[in-house]
């Protein structure tokens, strides 16, 4: 795999199936979070029927989203039960007829009601009202998106261990459920080339997608979109755990069609304007709302360019369903901290494990349009975690325990890869295949790693999921992150001179000394000039899922460290000025920073002893 040239496609690829968005104050200090799937609570294959007819789940709204352009909405569900409970539950289904009828039994020990489907998310019902164990009545709160099928309601007693079904909804759907939505960008093969990838209800035989787009008040040409899509038998593997996934259905979640387009001779550092439109079978058009971008500048160009790079991230819910706040609760403030200064970014980089669907489709229709306000503006690159790509048989250097419907992700994704931007160089590693010194993948990180230009980027960056530097996270039980990984990269890193190596994973923000070989090479804490004989090692994986905890062991490399949700932004000013800060997901500030200035002969000697050695 040689630098880029799978990103174009499959980078986006992996963002395209996904979908929510969501909000409130999440507040990280009293919630660390349990890192448990909210959904693999529920024992949904064990659940059964106790229908009462005095019981009830009512909606008033016939259809959703009436108005063009809106995929999202808020719904009010009003339930009652005649006997009601602390534990009763709320659950969302979409599509909206999960019953056995549409999911014959494949087993003789399978019993009924054989519900299809996990669902895509759920609330207690005494969440909105404390005296619901009292009444019976709640009114609960949901926002939905855009899913490409319609919905339904239902009340469950019996708490999420042993479900009984007690009532059921009218099904809701959105006016137009197959239109194209929450578009991806990321940077293409060359630097003047931007991808678009989007996901939408029309399979080809049923309309032909394709982008229109050109510069802002300009003509528009139209550029066609390839389209994939996955059939419900490629979400589960064959080890899928038998009671979580007992059926490959309980994934939840629908079919969904991937459209990917070539925006290609852009020109550097403009404002585009782009549309995604579907030309349907009997000659009509289909659009999504109007989105723009500003295009890369060129190699080397020396303009102000700033890079956010985060890890472990993941999805949360506005409505406050799913216990957010116990599966990743600082998400949301990461998400809306970027938004708000989105003019302030040109690229972003999440750095793996994504949404951590956890075998959950809708999971990853949820995270989409959630961070579509970022990804649909400016080019949103990712790697590969462990929650891509921990299935048994995918390839992976661990192959440890399978992550379900994440065989969507190793199927169709590549995740090691270059890419420049302006003046940065960035070699994105798989943490997940072997890395040591001789297989592919090293040969691949020194290829990458030697063919920076620092003449034209003198920013160069390394990043990989796991930690395959330094860190203090004390699960790692004093190991300092994946030690072959360390010994067999840092000549890499020594050799070529590499800026800073940035990391996910662990799930805060730690920040070392400029370090080679277990020792600091420089004093400095804030300010570095001139040739700097080592890389500075940072994790960034507090990006939103649950915090992992120091140790403690205290070593003289760690200058900083955080137990806090946050990102890391590198503002390169010029060829010879690198601002890094860190900031916190909750207000945007900076809580970290350093900065590098050299000139070009520093970087010329370095680029000299690379090539004679």
């Known amino acids: 795999m040689e630098g880029y040239s799978f990103l174009a496609v499959k980078v986006v690829l992996v963002l395209v199936l996904l979908v929510q968005f969501t909000a409130a104050d999440h507040s990280h200090k009293k919630h660390a979070g349990d890192g448990v799937q909210p959904l693999s609570k529920i024992q949904i294959h064990r659940a059964v029927y106790e229908l009462h007819e005095n019981a009830s789940v009512k909606l008033t709204l016939s259809f959703l989203a009436p108005k063009y352009g809106e995929d999202s909405q808020w719904v009010t569900i009003e339930v009652a039960s005649p006997k009601p409970a602390e534990d009763d539950w709320l659950a969302v289904f979409s599509p909206a007829d999960f019953n056995s009828s549409t999911c014959p039994p494949t087993d003789d020990r399978e019993v009924a009601p054989n519900i299809c489907s996990a669902p895509i998310k759920y609330r207690f019902a005494n969440d909105s009202n404390a005296g619901y164990t009292k009444t019976g009545k709640a009114s609960l709160k949901f926002q939905l998106i855009n899913q490409r099928a319609d919905f339904s309601f239902a009340l469950f007693s019996g708490g999420l261990s042993t479900p009984k079904l007690v009532a059921v909804s009218n099904s809701i759907s959105f006016a137009n459920p197959n239109v194209p939505l929450y578009p991806r960008l990321a940077q293409g093969k060359d630097w003047n080339e931007m991808t678009v990838t989007w996901t939408s209800g029309y399979n080809i035989n049923k309309a032909v997608p394709f982008v229109k787009w050109g510069l802002k008040g300009e003509a ?147 995270f989409t349009s959630q961070v579509e306000p970022i990804a649909s503006n400016v080019p949103y690159m990712i790697a590969s975690g462990n929650h891509e790509r921990d299935a048994p048989g995918t390839g992976s250097f661990y192959d440890s325990m399978i992550q379900a419907a994440n ?173 890094f800060e860190y900031k916190k997901s909750k207000d945007g500030k900076v809580y970290d920073s350093f900065t590098i200035s050299r000139d070009y002969k520093d970087v010329l000697a370095w680029f000299m002893m690379a090539v004679n050695s």
């Open 220 to 366: 528009q040409i139209r550029s066609p979109a390839g389209t994939l899509t996955f059939p419900r038998g490629s979400l589960c593997e064959s080890s899928c755990d038998s009671q979580v996934h007992q059926h490959e259905q309980l994934v939840g979640g629908i079919l969904v069609f991937i459209h990917t387009s070539f925006l290609k001779d852009l020109w550097p550092n403009s404002l585009y304007t782009y549309k995604l439109g579907h030309k349907l079978s009997n000659g009509s058009y289909i659009w999504s709302k109007s989105y723009h971008f500003k295009s890369s500048p060129y190699p080397g160009e020396d303009s102000l360019q700033r890079v956010v790079i985060f890890g472990d991230m993941g999805k949360a819910e506005r409505d406050g369903s799913n216990e957010y706040t116990d599966y990743q609760p600082g998400s949301l403030n990461t998400t809306d901290t970027l938004i708000k200064d989105l003019d302030n970014i040109d690229i972003v980089f999440h750095i793996g494990d994504i949404v951590y669907a956890n075998g959950y489709i809708s999971q990853w229709d949820q």
């Open 407 to 579: 065989v969507v992700s190793w199927r169709r994704l590549c995740f090691m890869y270059s890419t420049d931007y302006g003046m940065f160089h960035f070699c994105i590693a798989d943490s997940e295949h072997d890395w040591r010194e001789g297989s592919e993948q090293y040969k691949f990180i020194e290829k990458c790693l030697a063919s920076a230009d620092r003449q034209k980027q003198p920013w160069l960056i390394f990043a990989a999921h796991r930690v395959l530097g330094y860190s203090s996270a004390q699960w790692q039980g004093g190991a300092f992150g994946e030690p072959m990984g360390r010994e067999s990269l840092q000549k890499l890193w020594q050799k070529y001179k590499v800026d800073i190596a940035l990391y996910g994973h662990v799930h805060n923000y730690e920040r070392t000394c400029p370090i080679y070989q277990n020792q600091c090479v420089n004093t400095e804490k804030s300010h570095y000039s001139g040739t700097v004989n080592g890389t500075i090692h940072v994790v960034v994986g507090g990006g939103g899922s649950h915090l992992s905890a120091f140790g403690p062991v205290q070593t003289s490399w760690s200058l900083f460290r955080d137990y806090d949700f946050g990102f890391v932004k590198l503002t390169a000013f010029n060829h010879s000025s690198l601002l």
